[in-house]
């Protein structure tokens, strides 16, 4: 591994002395799993939503919530308090043990985002207008982990927490536009620090360590990597061997299959049924359906190609066995605004696009006892990892009234011969107004 002084003299060389080029896209996607926004609502009891004709619960936080933000506050805690130990070995514990959130969030990814908030979230604010300030401490923040990294030779926790600090804050420089409109400085800087984290992982092995963490930061090691050179379903099903029961790295490889990035829809669709097989005794066919999940909604061709009715019977084995409410809304919302409200004028692609928001019928009247304004906030925004939430408040009241609105209108001949739909802990009940 070579040390960070030598990290710290390439990235400081003249203008251009670094290129490589960044892999042409119409728009950058981060390849790693979905991560926790920290969100920052209110704290309240339950509550019910109603527009005189609907009422549901909403609770605030939800349960998901509540377990993401414990992690991502302990491990921040603990690493304020330089209390390293006590750490590594929460998120080595995790790890080993495959614990999860109720919303199958890995715990170890969990703890070790909020490891390296503080220091990700510096470099974000340093570089909110595209670059530095001139004399911002960029790199006060990854140098103060990379001594923490030195101290723990050997330490593959601390070596992932550090690998992906460096390549969110290649990201934060890197930014949302298109690849021509990336200025170099910021194109040399995205290079350096991806290069930086694939030196730390170079000595690691995610299958010999049976690390899942191990496993996720390899594969967002992708994103640095020039096209034509990356083998992301070999990346992606060692990961999803490690933890099948966590669908996020099913969903990220579907999407980075698409042909936009580093696939073909012939890729894509092979893995899907791959997936399905290696992860039947978990998912049924819902490995299916979870590679598909977003390719299918950003993509006419990958849509349109689409084994429609596998794909509906992995829906249906993927809520028998997660039968949770933040399955049941991330179902729902994705079926009714995700896929609802994405028609393009694909002839092929939107009948099946139809079809498969017609399921929102019954994942609603079947499965969906309580309201989670944030996914359906996320969903009518396509799950985009790049998505910045400046207002928690107001993106979760977004979320709200799109969920009201479409689940009212799926009770619409209820509602109109004077009903109101209340939804209780065993289903909606249409109720005498």
């Known amino acids: 591994m070579r040390p960070f002084s030598a990290f710290l003299q390439k990235h400081m060389r003249p203008l251009g002395s670094m290129l490589r080029p960044v892999p042409p896209a119409p728009a950058p996607v981060k390849p790693v799993p979905p991560m926790p926004i920290r969100r920052r609502m209110p704290r309240t009891a339950m509550q019910t939503v109603a527009d005189g004709t609907l009422h549901i619960a909403c609770p605030d936080p939800t349960a998901e919530d509540s377990v993401r933000d414990k992690h991502l506050a302990k491990a921040q805690h603990l690493v304020r308090q330089e209390r390293w130990d006590d750490l590594l070995s929460a998120i080595h514990t995790a790890d080993s043990n495959r614990h999860m959130t109720p919303g199958t969030m890995p715990i170890a990814d969990l703890l070790s985002f909020g490891a390296r908030a503080d220091v ?80 730390i992982m170079a000595e690691y092995c995610p299958l010999t360590l049976d ?107 993927i809520l028998t066995r997660k039968p949770d409410a933040y399955t049941a809304n991330l179902m729902a919302a994705y079926c009714a605004n995700s896929i609802g409200q994405s028609f393009s004028g ?21 499965h969906l006892r309580e309201l989670h304004p944030m996914i359906w906030a996320h969903a009518a925004r396509g799950f985009d990892n790049n998505l910045r939430v400046h207002s928690p408040g107001r993106f979760a009241a977004s979320g709200k009234d799109d969920a009201m609105r479409l689940i009212s209108s799926l009770f619409k001949s209820e509602i109109s011969s004077g009903k109101r739909i209340v939804f209780t802990e065993t289903g909606p009940v249409a109720m005498e107004c």
């Not at 694909?346 to 079947?366: F, G, K, L, P, T």
Request: glycine share 8%; net charge negative; hydrophobic share 45%.
């Open 120 to 199: 990700v979230h510096a470099a974000e604010h340093v570089l909110m207008d595209g670059r530095p300030a001139k004399g911002a401490p960029i790199l006060a923040g990854i140098e103060a982990l990379e001594h923490e990294l030195t101290a723990q030779p050997g330490n593959h926790i601390m070596a992932c927490i550090v690998a992906q600090a460096h390549m969110d804050i290649a990201w934060a420089w890197r930014g949302e536009g298109w690849d021509v409109e990336v200025p170099a400085r910021n194109r040399e800087a995205f290079t350096a620090h991806f290069d930086r984290a694939a030196d």
């Open 211 to 317: 690390s899942p963490l191990l496993a996720a930061t390899c594969c967002a090691l992708l994103g640095g990597v020039e096209r034509g050179k990356r083998r992301v379903s070999d990346r992606y099903e060692a990961l999803i061997d490690l933890n099948p029961a966590n669908p996020r790295p099913m969903r990220a490889m579907g999407n980075h299959l698409l042909p936009r990035w580093y696939g073909t829809y012939a890729e894509l669709e092979l893995e899907a049924r791959r997936t399905a097989a290696r992860t039947e005794s978990i998912w049924g066919a819902g490995g299916y359906t979870w590679v598909q999940f977003d390719a299918i909604s950003c993509d006419d061709d990958a849509c349109a190609n689409l084994d429609l009715e596998f794909f509906v019977e992995g829906m249906r084995d």
């Open 346 to 366: 694909n002839d092929q692609a939107d009948q099946i696009r139809s079809q498969i928001a017609d399921c929102a019928h019954w994942i609603v009247r079947e």
